[in-house]
């Protein structure tokens, strides 16, 4: 019923947490758990051996002699193609689920809301020693960045407020966005591409949200939220917005936008035409969206904010 995707890389203070977290959850289906360990250079792929020899019907592990990640080729491509489950799940390496119902909960969900096709939680931060951050901005805190349903507006405004720790999908949508429109990116030059992934959810599916916290998210300094990995993400996020308003363009429903969605639109293509990392074929595409999802609204704002 479920594919847990995990993908590793140098995790050994932490691989066990997350394992353990998988080994735990208590369902009335099946699950997978697919490890991919991406040619760790400490003792990362001895542990998850270990656990294999444990359980050999429920984990299934590849463990790469080369590293995959500093070839160009994003390693979750290897859990993805092999997965069996109707859903799929992903938690990494370095971060670990805390709630023994999270799969049973989230399946239960999209089991009795058909219309909807993605679900996922609130979650809690800690460090790398395990400490919860007590000052951090927490997800929990901030209620109202949260969305339910139709999400696509919301994710292309207020930015990523979705944990992939957390996360419950469809698999037969998300090899749907791979495999036939063969949107998604393998190399190395774009980031952030759980985001991007949501946002291409968010155009074929309702979204769920479960107000529990689930998950710890582990944030150490060889982590996604790193400083040197923010900052490589920022440099090529007008790429990932690039894409995001080409396909949205594309797939979108045949609906009419309301002025509060088109402003959404037109003032994203605002900032990606500002973003340098984009080409000239690429910008002259970009402004011809920002024409067609010209609003009012969005514009005034624009200029509201300037001026304040």
Partial sequence: MVSISCITYNHEPYIRDAIEGFLMQKTT??????????????????????YEKRYPLLLKSIYQTE??????????KFNRNRAKGKYYAICEGD???????????QVDFLEKNQDYGFVY????????????????????????????????????????FIPTLTVLFKRNIYENIYEKHNVIPETKKKHIVDYWVWHHFAIHTKFGFLPEVT????????????????????????????????????????KKLSSGEKAVVFRKSLTVLRN????AKQRLKIFQLALKYFSAKGFFSLISKKLS
């Fill in 121 to 160: 939680t609130d979650y809690q931060i800690i460090n790398q020693n395990g400490d919860i951050i007590k000052n951090y901005p927490l997800l929990s805190s901030m209620r109202n960045n949260y969305a339910h349903g139709s999400v696509f507006f919301q994710l292309l405004s207020k930015g990523n």
């Fill in 276 to 279: 340098r990392h984009i080409s």
């Fill in 215 to 254: 998950a710890h998210y582990r944030k150490h300094p060889g982590g996604a939220t790193s400083k040197t990995n923010i900052k490589r993400h920022k440099e090529k996020s007008g790429q990932i917005f690039y894409d995001i308003l080409c396909y949205f363009d594309k797939h979108r429903s045949e």
């Fill in 67 to 76: 590293n995959q990640y500093s070839q160009g080729i994003k390693p979750a």
């Fill in 29 to 50: 289906f099946p699950v997978e758990i697919l490890i991919h360990d991406d040619a760790s250079t400490d003792k990362t792929a001895d542990i998850v051996k270990e």
């Fill in 95 to 105: 971060d670990y689920w805390t709630d023994p119902l999270k799969l049973q909960k």
